[in-house]
């Protein structure tokens, strides 16, 4: 429900105004009553799913054209959204720890209901995961031995001069860069079959999304894949990654 100002003005065709008038609306449209939701985690893919269920209308309740999906961590404020979906919808990007998720249904008429009721759930899955943010292809590193360092890489530049100490300069450059490595690979196919596909992702040259078990998560490029082998000629695959945007 809104309200408007609408103002009409005569013109002749010699460009003679006449007076103009103002007159008040007001539009009224229904909205569509809210979503209800239903979470389900999987923790050997490390994905949520969310099954969504709308209301039938009733009336002259519109008719729901899409349901848009928000999730947060527990405890903070801010909503992102992560798809849009009609009756399921996973979530290949959700972080590890307390989550919660809402969803806001669009109607036909342009509407949007309110916010559905809030579900939270505890996600949780074993090692770190690469995510293709945009066809949702994952790789999982099951084990992250010795290799896996993260540093936070800045831009520093130390300037000599005349004085006993250096001058030390810092440009906007900040980002963590670090490496993941794994004793075994979980997942369909051959250690060998799984390092072809780790090839394959490094191929796109693309940003991914990287998560891990404690909970964090970076927007990430992948880079120098190497193969190792161990006494017991294991195949061992390891990455570096760098922090972009």
């Not at 969310?50 to 009336?59: A, C, R, S």
């Amino acid at each position: 429900e809104r309200d408007y100002k609408i103002q009409l003005e005569v013109k002749s065709q010699d460009d003679m105004v006449g007076r103009s008038e103002m007159v008040d609306f007001r539009t009224s449209f229904i909205k569509p009553r809210p979503p209800s939701i239903l979470l389900s985690q999987d923790s050997v893919f490390a994905t949520t799913t969310i099954l969504i269920e709308n209301p039938t209308p009733v009336g002259e309740e519109p008719n729901i054209i899409i349901n848009e999906i928000y999730r947060k961590r527990y405890g903070e404020s801010d909503w992102v959204k992560v798809g849009e979906a009609m009756t399921i919808f996973t979530d290949y990007q959700c972080p590890a720890g307390a989550i919660q998720y809402m969803a806001v249904a669009k109607g036909d008429n342009g509407t949007r209901s309110e916010e559905s009721d809030m579900s939270l759930i505890d996600v949780m899955f074993s090692g770190w995961w690469v995510v293709d943010m945009e066809t949702n292809d994952m790789f999982n590193f099951v084990y992250n031995v010795s290799q896996g360092q993260i540093s936070l890489e800045e831009e520093r530049q130390e300037i000599r001069t005349f004085s006993s100490k250096p001058f030390v300069r810092y440009g906007a450059f900040s980002a963590e860069r670090g490496s993941l490595a794994g004793l075994k690979i979980d997942g369909p196919g051959t250690a060998r079959e799984q390092v072809n596909v780790l090839r394959e992702l490094i191929s796109r040259r693309k940003p991914f999304y990287l998560k891990n078990n404690r909970g964090e998560s970076w927007v990430v490029n992948i880079y120098n894949l190497k193969r190792q082998y161990n006494i017991g000629m294991m195949e061992m695959p390891s990455i570096d990654w760098v922090e972009v945007r």
